[in-house]
């Protein structure tokens, strides 16, 4: 049975939309029929978009009225679904332009996407044409979902819960690098073979395809209870999907016997907090206080990699290319069958058409679904989907210490939001110092000064 709803693809012509979000959709059968509208800026990538939208339509019979346009208010009305890819500037660029400009003022970031100063940045310049979507949404289509994708996650997903109308959920594959992380603990004990090369959980294509291996097996033989911040969640419980056992005391057992060297820093955290963190040093360091000392070097000791700026540029670049092979029937779509959606799918089938789907985190405001974390703060975890909506699992509260660093990182986020919604310079200022990885009033000011003036043309707020 399918229900035909109204999908707008805002952002469309991101790199790995088209190849993962957009083929699930078209290859659903409780989407057939259904509308989707295209938008982005760029009128390559979103001609490249279309065309490939328009041959999986052909090839897969999926009754899909299919439209493309530069500007979202043609696209918004009757909209149930607004799914958002969208990236301010040239993502590589400026995300290196992030990491550079506090290194000025004796400010070494470990990793500068989400949090840290970089993280300020980044949300600032994505949240002005996020606030104009959710204005336009709350003109077209108030009662539509706004499924996001952009980060920082929960700064984006924030800013729109608290100071919009719309309904936010935020999605992220970032579990599954605790699903790997188990796998590559347990993997004797469940019969899981572990590939060798992996070294790190950090963002590579080649650790990628090793990483992937491990999930695919290790995803059927357990299941893992996960909640906290995006990018900053933690390890619940992890149980046997066929016999219950908890598998808790044998990982943490197993994580101890493997080499040092692997994943240090959240190593020293799962040592300390008692609870396992699930992002991956690369993602975890952007938002503890040890992680950014000059003196002591910490990126050193614990091996956190920078990205890759330049090399994942030109993966981009690559990708669009792809695409256009394949829009332009020149490639096979032989293998896009089996994307995954990252989410996107489950939640507009499962509201759509009134079905049930456990997912396995969230981005959503907090209700008490973590009892000890504020009130209407975005936080990670399970949900149920069905036809009335998005539901948080309530998983309780989490012990004090952990605790505290979430508080800390919400404090900053909702600083942040509210400075960058407002263009408040005093807000912004705030959102620095009480940032983990600034210990210094003036280098703090200094860095806002530097964001600001150099990133003018995407801050207009702060200027008024």
Known sequence: ????????????????????????????????????????????????VRRLAERLNREWNAGFLISAHHHRQEALDGASFVVSAIEVGAREGLWKKDFEIPLKFGIRQPYAENGGPGG????????????????????ACP????????????????????????????????????YTMVGIALGKDLGIEVPDGITGMQADIQQAVLHNRVKEQIVPRVDIQAAGLNHFSWILSIRDRQTGEDLYPLFRQRWNQLGPAFEPLTRRVFDAFGL?????DTHLCEYLPWASDPITKPWEKYAIPLYDWDLMAAVRDFQHERLASIADGSTTIEGLE???????LEMIENVAAAGTHYHLAANLP????????????????????????????????????????????????????????EGNRQKALQCLLLDPVINDFEQAKQVLDDYLSSYKEYLPQFWK
């Open 143 to 178: 009662q539509a979902w706004f499924i996001n994708f952009t980060n920082p996650m929960i700064r984006i997903c924030d800013a729109i819960n608290r100071h919009s109308r719309i309904k936010a959920v935020g999605l992220c594959h970032q579990i599954y690098i605790g």
């Open 1 to 48: 049975m399918s229900l035909p709803t109204k999908i707008v693809v805002i952002g469309a012509g991101s790199a790995s939309f088209g190849e993962n979000t957009l083929s699930a959709l078209m290859h659903s059968k409780k989407l057939r029929g259904s509308t989707l509208a295209l938008v982005d800026r760029n009128p390559e990538t979103l001609d490249i």
């Open 338 to 344: 089996d994307t995954d959606s990252e989410g996107a």
């Open 276 to 280: 396992f963190p699930v992002p991956g």
């Open 120 to 139: 300020f940045a980044h949300a600032a310049r994505n949240l002005v044409p996020v606030m104009e979507i959710a204005r336009d949404m709350e003109k």
């Open 366 to 421: 907090n209700v008490g679904q973590i009892a000890n974390l504020p009130y209407g703060a975005t936080v990670e975890s399970p949900v149920v989907v069905d036809g009335a909506g998005i539901h948080p699992v309530h998983v309780g509260a989490f012990p004090d210490p952990v605790a505290e660093l979430l508080r800390r990182e919400t404090t900053v986020a909702q600083l942040c939001v509210d400075s960058a919604v």
